[in-house]
């Protein structure tokens, strides 16, 4: 069975973890867009090229999933700056119907975001005048939204018009413009969709809150979908790079003419009902989103489940990952017990279950504790899949898709090697490792966050050396035969965000 696979972008994320997660099922094989025809963080993609590659492969795939950001725009940062027009859009459309048209046996599947507003002054994924204004067009936004649905205080409608006044007309006319093409492209797909040309939409929302043109932008989709019943097809939830995860892990499924059964267990009392940073929901209803869209279904019984996912949160209020180190709120003790979680995991394994861990107890990277009492227990190496990176739902998507690709035959030398990747980008990595170099190593050599300049390879080798040195002081009991070795060690878009981490078995 053959999927092809357009991306979001081509950071590992989008470009290759999906593939790598994929790649432990023996019975599908993805066929992704070359690297060479990708984009360079706001350097967009070859499209013509990549539109090329989908009609002269998609005869040999039974599903093709595209990104909108990639296939449009060119990527996901050009669709943060593009200039385009009906135009650009009625060729989109014209391409879309015509493979349609072609393959009509083939099974579309579709990724296109809600586009995010940062609340925070940064140039670095957005239009140069986010530097200056990026917090200020967020409040706008915020305020212009509350404004038309609530009602401002006295201290907000004072600050709303004051941004009216300060704020450059020919910034937000360029951001709004910008925004309202991409929700007609949204609006698209759901005529698309009705028509039959497009069998699924998953419409990731960015960097969510209750209000603000993300949320405007929501109500206008939402509202369109409920008007034409389509909620089982197109499917809007708070999330964006894991989203390849998704759509790959609801193919595979819908291959196989299943939806497997699952069972959430929480870490915590309170853990189903908490707002994430950086998303706008309960977690609960974010999982029952992400289940539908990979085409599980819960189930209330562990007993009844096929999987099941282990989900550690916060015990009341969520940190960024690094807080753990020095500044850790009381309630991440108070008001959750990990080792009953953990015991109960084991439990989970004893009897047979498949289990997957979403460690989303932090924002931007996994827990410490969790994966040491996993550790002391002898379990780690057992689980399916571990994700603890960026968001809540970049954990939950990719988490669910670790899973889908663990039925039929599977190869459990390749789950290792993605566990521990895993957890040393994730957890290593994103939790410590991260901001150690980032306060510690980069001032002196006058690097910043943003920018490693020439001195990338010497930043590699050194994380290298503290992922072994992390690993030996915190793996005891798994992981200590020495078969797996870290296989490269790169920084997408030259930078300190994320990393490329692959492991290899040695004898692979």
Not at 182 to 200: G, K, Y
Not at 455 to 483: C, M, P
Request: aromatic share 12%; glycine share 4%; hydrophobic share 40%.
């Amino acid at each position: 069975m053959n999927i092809l696979y357009v991306p979001l972008d081509e950071r590992p994320c989008n470009a290759i973890y999906p593939e790598q997660t994929a790649a432990v099922n023996q019975t599908m094989n993805v066929l992704s867009v070359p690297q060479a025809l990708l984009g360079n963080k706001k350097k967009p993609a070859n499209i013509y090229g990549i539109r090329s590659f989908i009609k002269k492969n998609i005869v040999n795939c039974s599903y093709a999933i595209i990104s909108t950001e990639m296939l449009l725009y060119g990527g996901l940062l050009p669709s943060r700056l593009h200039h385009l027009t009906e135009a650009d859009l009625n060729e989109y459309e014209v391409f879309l119907r015509g493979i349609k048209k072609e393959f009509p046996d083939k099974k579309i599947f579709l990724s296109n975001l809600i586009m995010r507003t940062p609340k925070y002054n940064s140039s670095d994924e957005e239009p140069d005048y986010y530097e200056q204004y990026g917090e200020a067009i967020f409040r706008y936004g915020w305020l212009k939204d509350k404004a038309a649905r609530d009602t401002l205080d006295e201290r907000e409608e004072s600050e709303w018009n004051q941004l009216k006044e300060t704020l450059p007309k020919d910034v937000i006319f360029d951001y709004e413009t910008r925004r309202a093409f991409n929700v007609q492209v949204n609006l698209l797909h759901v005529q698309l969709v009705a028509e039959n040309i497009v069998s699924f939409v998953s419409v990731p929302q960015d960097d969510s809150a209750p209000y603000g043109y993300t949320a405007m932008d929501q109500s206008k989709v939402y509202s369109e979908i409920a008007n034409k019943r389509l909620k089982d097809r197109i499917m809007v939830y708070p999330g964006a790079d894991e989203v390849g995860f998704t759509l790959l892990a609801r193919a595979y499924n819908d291959h196989l003419g299943k939806t497997p059964s699952l069972f959430v267990r929480y870490s915590a009392t309170f853990g189903a009902q908490i707002v994430p940073l950086y998303e706008d929901r309960p977690i609960n209803e974010s999982l029952k989103a992400h289940v539908l869209a990979a085409g599980f279904r819960l189930v209330d019984d562990v007993k009844d489940a096929e999987f099941v996912l282990e989900y550690n949160t916060p015990g009341k209020k969520m940190q960024e990952s690094w807080d753990q180190l020095a500044t850790k709120d009381v309630t991440y003790d108070s008001y959750r017990h990990l080792l009953s979680f953990v015991l109960e995991i084991q439990a989970d394994l004893a009897v047979g279950k498949k289990v997957g861990i979403c460690d989303a107890a932090f924002a931007n990277g996994g827990e410490m504790e969790l994966i040491e009492l996993l550790d002391e227990k002898g379990i780690l190496e057992e689980i399916l899949s571990y994700k603890a990176w960026n968001t809540n739902c970049n954990s939950l998507g990719s988490s669910l898709a670790g899973l889908a690709f663990c039925q039929a035959t599977f190869n459990k030398e390749k789950v290792k090697e993605n566990l521990l990747a895993n957890i040393y980008e994730d957890l290593f990595y994103q939790a410590i490792i991260r901001k150690q170099i980032t306060d510690n190593v980069l001032p002196e050599k006058g690097l910043n966050y943003f920018y490693l300049g020439d001195k990338a390879d010497e930043i590699s080798g050194l994380v290298v050396s503290l992922i072994q040195k992390y690993h030996r002081f915190t793996l005891k009991n798994s992981f200590i035969d020495d078969a797996f070795t870290i296989d490269q060690v790169t920084f997408p878009w030259n930078r300190m965000f994320e990393i490329c981490c692959t492991v290899k078995n040695k004898e692979s």
